[in-house]
């Protein structure tokens, strides 16, 4: 049976923060295949792939019908009649289309809703599953890494730190995991109501409560505090985001804590004080986002903590290379959009494991109904998936990862300890 790419359609659909976002429908053989939405970020790195945006005054500048008309009037008629199993292929195509190194031209919300389209329709033609379509050795089921208390860019709180994290790395499976997660989540919710007030729960944009907290020992001492009340803390590790470069003050070179200013030594010495105090698993962009040579230094420090590369590597081989020269890290964070499509982010990440890497897939602050990035975080086998607390747009995520741990049954692993190297 022969398969060809009939149709592509695109549309402006609404994202969890009500911002517009680019939906895109790839047609083979005159039915509907492949549907795939497009995440935002927020909290971005400066090395991403540029997503085009209207501007002007409709929709606060944020339109995308650009990248929309790009997609039907651009893309569509040069992959009409593309075998969509052609992934590698038709993704370089995009990059040619596009002509420019961070896709500013067609823009990466164009093209990334294209590559993971046609890679649904693939895996729909197929018959497959996705994550079985992308890989048909996808047997582990991701430790969670749920953000409970958020700051930086994704609330309207002054706390610094981006995300404080919990990873069950001791439960049985990942529905046993996100049971622990949730309970500490209700436990520590009262914990805030008690010294905040009710009005200190609501939540960030990635659904872990935003209380008006500062600093990182405030933050750890109440989540370690409702983790003991849980009874589970010998099956907990403590993770962050830190997303450093956006306390960083970059006039000043330093680095700006509840009205502090720190050096990176500075910044490095309250890691290496704070592991001490708790066990804390992954760190994530420590450091600000062009410091190389500090994330190799707290690599090494802290030997035996998984310090991610977000803004750092942007899930780029051509940082990730600049990062494992030099041991920045030993992890990368891994979202497909930062790079623009769905070759070249799998690309990175084979670059990762190959150097001993880890590899955390993850949501962005800005996410729709696509669940995508389940299937994605189990074909990778990267043990490891960071994709926010409550909220649909995240806990959807997790019910497709319960479903398809169900489908693998006896088959699936859940690493636990080993999420950063699971196999
Ligand atoms: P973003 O941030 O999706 O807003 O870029 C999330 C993160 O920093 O991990
Ligand atoms: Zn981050």
Same mark, same amino acid.
């Given at each position: 049976?022969?398969?060809?790419?009939?149709?592509?359609?695109?549309?402006?659909?609404?994202?969890?923060?009500?911002?517009?976002?680019? *939906?895109?429908?790839?047609?083979?053989?005159?039915?509907?295949?492949?549907?795939? @939405?497009?995440?935002?970020?927020?909290?971005?790195?400066?090395?991403?792939?540029?997503?085009? %945006?209207?501007?002007?005054?409709?929709?606060?500048?944020?339109?995308?019908?650009?990248?929309?008309?790009?997609?039907?009037? /651009?893309?569509?008629?040069?992959?009409? &009649?593309?075998?969509?199993? *052609?992934?590698?292929?038709?993704?370089?195509?995009?990059?040619?289309?596009?002509?420019?190194?961070?896709?500013?031209?067609?823009?990466?919300?164009?093209?990334?809703?294209?590559?993971?389209?046609?890679?649904?329709?693939?895996?729909?033609?197929?018959?497959?599953?996705?994550?079985?379509?992308?890989?048909?050795?996808?047997? /582990?089921?991701?430790?969670?890494?749920?953000?409970?208390?958020?700051?930086?860019?994704?609330?309207?709180?002054?706390?610094?730190?981006?995300?404080?994290?919990?990873?069950?790395?001791?439960?049985?499976?990942?529905?046993?995991?996100?049971?622990?997660?949730?309970?500490?989540?209700?436990?520590?919710?009262?914990?805030?109501?008690?010294?905040?007030? =009710?009005?200190?729960?609501?939540?960030?944009?990635?659904?872990?409560?935003?209380?008006?907290?500062?600093?990182?020992?405030?933050?750890?001492?109440?989540?370690?505090?409702?983790?003991?009340?849980?009874?589970?803390?010998?099956?907990?590790?403590?993770?962050?985001?830190?997303?450093?470069?956006?306390?960083?003050?970059?006039?000043?070179?330093?680095?700006?804590?509840? &009205?502090?200013?720190?050096?990176?030594?500075?910044?490095?010495?309250?890691?290496?004080?704070?592991?001490?105090?708790?066990?804390?698993?992954?760190?994530?962009?420590?450091?600000?986002? @062009?410091?190389? *040579?500090?994330?190799?230094?707290?690599?090494? =420090?802290?030997?035996?903590?998984?310090?991610?590369?977000?803004?750092?590597?942007?899930?780029? !081989?051509?940082?990730?290379?600049?990062?494992?020269?030099?041991?920045?890290?030993?992890?990368?964070?891994?979202?497909?959009?930062?790079? &623009?499509?769905?070759?070249?982010?799998?690309?990175?990440?084979?670059?990762?494991?190959?150097?001993?890497?880890?590899?955390?897939?993850?949501?962005?602050?800005?996410?729709?109904?696509?669940?995508?990035?389940?299937?994605?975080? !189990?074909?990778?086998?990267?043990?490891?998936?960071?994709? &926010?607390?409550? %909220?649909?747009?995240?806990?959807?995520?997790?019910?497709?990862?319960?479903?398809?741990?169900?489908?693998?049954?006896?088959?699936?692993?859940?690493?636990?300890?080993?999420?950063? %190297?699971?196999?």
């Amino acid at each position: 049976m022969t398969f060809k790419i009939t149709d592509i359609r695109a549309r402006e659909i609404i994202d969890c923060r009500g911002f517009p976002t680019v *939906e895109v429908d790839v047609w083979v053989n005159g039915e509907l295949c492949g549907r795939a @939405d497009v995440p935002a970020g927020r909290s971005t790195g400066k090395r991403e792939a540029v997503e085009l %945006r209207d501007g002007g005054k409709r929709w606060g500048g944020l339109g995308t019908t650009v990248a929309v008309k790009n997609v039907v009037d /651009i893309i569509r008629p040069a992959l009409v &009649g593309w075998d969509p199993r *052609e992934q590698r292929a038709i993704d370089m195509l995009l990059c040619q289309l596009d002509g420019t190194k961070n896709k500013s031209n067609l823009g990466a919300n164009a093209i990334v809703g294209v590559s993971l389209g046609v890679a649904k329709a693939a895996a729909k033609v197929s018959g497959l599953p996705f994550y079985k379509y992308i890989n048909t050795n996808a047997h /582990i089921i991701p430790v969670p890494l749920v953000n409970l208390i958020n700051g930086g860019k994704l609330t309207s709180n002054d706390l610094e730190i981006q995300e404080f994290i919990v990873m069950p790395v001791g439960a049985n499976d990942l529905k046993h995991g996100l049971q622990i997660c949730y309970e500490i989540n209700l436990l520590l919710r009262d914990l805030i109501v008690d010294k905040y007030g =009710k009005i200190a729960v609501n939540v960030g944009d990635e659904g872990g409560f935003a209380p008006p907290m500062t600093g990182i020992n405030e933050p750890m001492k109440m989540l370690s505090k409702a983790v003991k009340a849980s009874g589970y803390a010998d099956m907990i590790i403590y993770g962050m985001d830190a997303a450093a470069s956006h306390w960083y003050d970059w006039d000043k070179c330093v680095y700006c804590m509840e &009205g502090e200013e720190m050096t990176r030594d500075d910044v490095i010495d309250m890691y290496v004080k704070l592991c001490r105090d708790y066990p804390i698993g992954s760190i994530e962009d420590p450091l600000m986002e @062009d410091d190389f *040579e500090g994330h190799a230094i707290l690599t090494k =420090k802290l030997d035996g903590v998984q310090i991610v590369g977000d803004d750092l590597f942007t899930t780029n !081989v051509e940082y990730i290379k600049r990062g494992i020269e030099v041991g920045a890290g030993n992890a990368i964070l891994w979202k497909f959009n930062q790079v &623009g499509t769905l070759t070249e982010a799998l690309d990175a990440a084979d670059l990762a494991y190959r150097a001993g890497f880890g590899v955390q897939v993850s949501e962005r602050s800005g996410e729709t109904e696509d669940t995508s990035i389940a299937d994605l975080s !189990v074909a990778l086998n990267a043990g490891q998936i960071k994709t &926010g607390t409550t %909220r649909s747009e995240r806990t959807s995520k997790y019910n497709q990862l319960l479903r398809i741990a169900e489908e693998l049954g006896s088959q699936a692993y859940y690493p636990g300890r080993n999420f950063r %190297r699971p196999f």
